[in-house]
């Protein structure tokens, strides 16, 4: 009999967006060499504490807010008004991942911007940039990110402004849900992640005809392939 598998652990991640010579640009941090995600750029985030729960009220999402902007104030020193956070999407982790954190993203455009102030411990670097420049250098081999932060940099490249994708964010009737599976191509050499909805998402064979929903994770070039 297999070991049931452990409950996720609640997180909140908060994309910081501003404009720059009329262009997007997110604000990315690198994290330092230790932990499940050393060396990775990401956004602000982290797991949700227990003080983040509004007192008498278990809301997990209004937790996962208040987390999202203690967040970005620990790690970049930045103050997030949470009524201005949107929500974004839902990313569960594979049930074979050895740590599972089960995590709200938010996108926030910030009016005046701010001065980022990292701690050079945690976190080692911070860059505002497109969200298209930061795809150039993860497949440049320049920087390493999660599936979530290239899907969530991916739907974030065709807008122009911050207003603009928050606005998408408020739109949509239902924040998507991404509970991932893992799949590789039939000779070994692609691994795509696969969400609900994708064909192969039971029975991982990235082969089978019908809707697309994933990530590809190509050596040549990651990309999405979504049907919506």
């Known amino acids: 009999m297999s070991d049931p598998i452990p409950a996720p652990t609640p997180a909140a991640t908060v994309i910081p967006l501003r404009e720059s010579e009329g262009h ?3 604000l990315m941090l690198r994290r330092n060499s230790r932990g499940q995600f050393g060396g990775m750029w990401v956004f602000p985030g982290g797991q949700v ?5 509004p007192a008498g009220v278990p809301d997990e999402l209004a937790a996962a807010r208040v987390a999202a902007v203690r967040e970005a104030r ?3 020193g930045i103050d997030i008004d949470p009524d201005t956070l949107e ?4 990313w569960m982790p594979p049930p074979e991942s050895p740590r599972r954190f089960a995590t709200w993203f938010f996108v926030a455009s910030l009016g005046a911007i701010p001065d980022v102030v990292i701690d050079h411990g945690e ?6 940039l497109t969200p298209a420049e930061a795809i150039r250098l993860r497949d440049a081999g320049e920087w390493e ?5 290239f899907t969530t940099l991916w739907w974030l490249r065709s807008f122009g402004t911050a207003a603009d994708a928050v606005a998408a964010a408020a739109a949509q009737d ?9 799949a590789m191509s039939a000779d070994n050499t692609v691994m795509a ?3 609900a909805g994708d064909a192969a998402y039971e029975s991982r064979d990235l082969s089978a005809p019908g809707p697309r929903r994933r990530l590809v994770m190509d050596p040549a070039g990651w990309r999405v392939e979504t049907d919506s």
């Open 74 to 76: 620990e790690e970049a």
């Open 24 to 26: 997007l640009e997110v």
């Open 123 to 128: 976190i080692r670097e911070h860059r505002w």
């Open 87 to 90: 929500v974004l999407s839902f």
């Open 49 to 53: 504490d227990q003080a983040d729960h």
């Open 145 to 149: 990110l999660a599936p979530p932060t």
């Open 193 to 195: 992640t696969v969400w």
């Open 174 to 182: 239902t924040p998507p849900k991404f509970e991932t599976h893992i």
